[in-house]
């Protein structure tokens, strides 16, 4: 039961001696700090604690709170960006140990957060990655340190199931490196393989490994790793055939050994449709690619 008479009271308060006083509506003794001030009060604040005054006027603040906030929008969000910029430390303290509470949840969001619009997700991965890229490099680097098995394992994996698309990004890689057309895709790697029934384009040998080579080498500078210039070869003929004229290369005995004229000339009408060309055409055109170099420094990617 309510007390009739509320006095002034002394108690122990954080290992000091302070005022206190019972709060009218919950009761509890506490200190005269958990109250508001007030003229004419016992103690000189009002009767009841800060808590209890909250709960009752609850409604009615947060109303008066939502319409100042309405009316004041770009003066809250100057406020919210200096609150956040003095006290992101602390925010992401907070953050990280919520995190540690309950990471399930945060990953929960996430999933939402990218389902609900996903190239919105995307570019704010890649703003964030390019405004922080040392600390996102550095934490790369050291995460790849601590799990270098797991990497491995993973990218031996991939490279098993993904060869086509692996190989393909190698071989644009070369072509950039000399400011040459690299863009042939693992979707045309695998055409140019299923072409020619995974064999040697001029032995006809069936490998398990099998080199794509350009027929037009990238050291003249022309050419590029594209799919009108690819072809797949047995690595003894891709390794003899090195940055040669392959209307050359092909007058050798050695080769003639190997391989036909007539299967010659049909990769040479294979590669002059792909291009658009008469085969002529085509000689002609890989002749003048080695008649006229352009000898290009390599790009450091």
């Keep these: 039961m309510y007390k009739s008479k509320i006095e002034i009271e002394i108690i122990d308060f954080n290992g000091e001696q302070v005022e206190a006083k019972s709060c009218k509506e919950c009761e509890e003794i506490k200190p005269l700090t958990d109250f508001f001030k007030q003229k004419g009060g016992l103690g000189g604040v009002r009767a009841r604690c800060k808590v209890c005054w909250y709960s009752r006027h609850k409604e009615k603040l947060n109303q008066r709170s939502r319409e100042w906030q ?8 100057e406020y919210n960006r200096e609150w956040t910029k003095a006290n992101r430390e602390r925010i992401n303290e907070r953050e990280r140990n919520r995190y540690k509470e309950n990471p399930d949840l ?3 969001r996430r999933q939402i957060k ?3 619009d ?4 995307k570019q ?8 922080h890229k040392e600390k996102h490099l550095t934490y790369q680097r050291a995460y790849y340190k601590g799990n270098k098995e797991i990497f491995l394992e993973s990218n031996k994996k991939y490279m098993k199931v ?3 698309v692996v ?3 190698t071989l644009r890689r070369r072509a950039r490196k000399k400011s040459l057309p690299d863009d042939l895709t693992a979707q045309q790697y695998k055409f140019i393989l299923e072409r020619f029934d995974y064999k040697c384009a001029l032995s006809g040998q069936k490998l398990e490994v099998l080199d794509l080579d350009h027929f037009i080498p990238l050291a003249t500078g022309w050419g590029g790793t594209t799919l009108g210039n690819m072809i797949p070869l047995s690595p003894s003929l891709n390794s003899s055939k090195q940055d040669r004229n392959p209307f050359e290369w092909i007058k050798r005995k050695d080769i003639q050994e190997v391989v036909s004229l007539e299967k010659f000339q049909e990769v040479v009408e294979y590669l002059a449709e792909i291009n658009d060309m008469t085969p002529d055409e085509y000689k002609e055109y890989v002749d003048d690619c080695f008649a006229n170099p352009i000898f290009i420094t390599e790009n450091n990617l």
């Excluded at 309405?70 to 969000?77: A, G, L, P, R, S």
């Excluded at 996903?118 to 997700?121: K, Q, R, S, V």
């Excluded at 704010?124 to 405004?131: A, G, H, V």
């Design 70 to 77: 309405q009316k004041n929008k770009e003066k809250v969000k």
């Design 106 to 108: 945060f990953k929960e």
């Design 114 to 116: 990218y389902q609900r």
């Design 118 to 121: 996903p190239e919105a997700h």
């Design 124 to 131: 704010y991965q890649y703003t964030y990655r390019e405004r």
């Design 162 to 164: 993904n060869r086509e």
């Design 167 to 169: 190989r393909a990004r």
